[in-house]
């Protein structure tokens, strides 16, 4: 029985199965998702499902899904329904339309019912997962994001684990070319990007939604802090 953690999939359906082929995922295990399954990759809408039928598998609310969700809101005005589009929506807006409208309802009641975090005791930690950063509403956990140096103020024996904000902007700060020159550097000389371990954070989101050579879908064993890496969709 063991617990892992990922974050920011975005689609990359075949990468998870990857992943828990990997670590030989099986009934008796849980696997926390931190958010954003949907939109940029794929099989947003393949994942989302997926999630939502495996035991084991359990999802809190990322960014994208709360963008998904005020786009379908009724009174979704103009800002809201451009801020979707404009972060790679159209997989998951072309997955829903295959689906029946019960489908897609029952789809949609899954995306409402996820908590922005959760927090477990495993091996004397105490972990508080979210899919942003620590904050005092649902938008904020979801949208914040850390600096490097950023330290929450958290009892002791306690860690926070983040996606959200791609590792990349971390390791090699600058512009989205000079992200794409370290990617390939990395790449070429066999590696790629890791979970970071920050002194006040964990962030887990390894670019898997951003199409880097050296993206990869990351995913942390709690009980032991064993790390697995397997190429991302995109």
């Not at 005791?121 to 938008?139: A, E, K, P, Q, R």
């Not at 983040?162 to 990617?183: A, K, L, N, Q, W």
Request: some cysteine.
């Amino acid at each position: 029985m063991a617990t892992y953690v990922m974050s920011d999939l975005h689609g990359s359906f075949d990468a998870l199965q990857e992943m828990l082929k990997l670590i030989d995922f099986s009934d008796s295990d849980t696997v926390y998702i931190l958010g954003d399954v949907v939109d940029r990759g794929p099989k947003p809408v393949e994942l989302l499902r997926f999630a939502m039928k495996t035991p084991g598998i359990r999802m809190i609310l990322g960014n994208h899904e709360d963008m998904c969700l005020h786009f379908f809101e009724p009174d979704a005005d103009t800002t809201i329904i451009r801020r979707w589009n404009r972060n790679g929506n159209f997989f998951t807006l072309k997955g829903l339309d295959t689906l029946t409208d019960e489908e897609k309802e029952e789809t949609m009641d899954f995306i409402r019912s996820l908590k922005p975090q959760e927090e477990l005791d495993i091996n004397g930690t105490h972990y508080i997962l979210v899919h942003g950063f620590l904050g005092n509403s649902t938008h904020e956990i979801v949208w914040n994001r850390p600096k490097i140096d950023t330290v929450p103020d958290l009892p002791p024996n306690t860690r926070l684990i983040i996606g959200h904000t791609p590792v990349c902007e971390f390791v090699c700060p600058g512009s989205d070319e000079e992200m794409y020159v370290y990617s390939r550097k990395l790449t070429e000389r066999g590696d790629h990007f890791r979970i970071l371990h920050a002194e006040g954070f964990t962030d887990i989101d390894c670019c898997c939604g951003y199409g880097f050579s050296a993206a990869r879908l990351a995913c942390l064993r709690l009980d032991d802090g064993a790390e697995f890496y397997v190429k991302a969709d995109l």
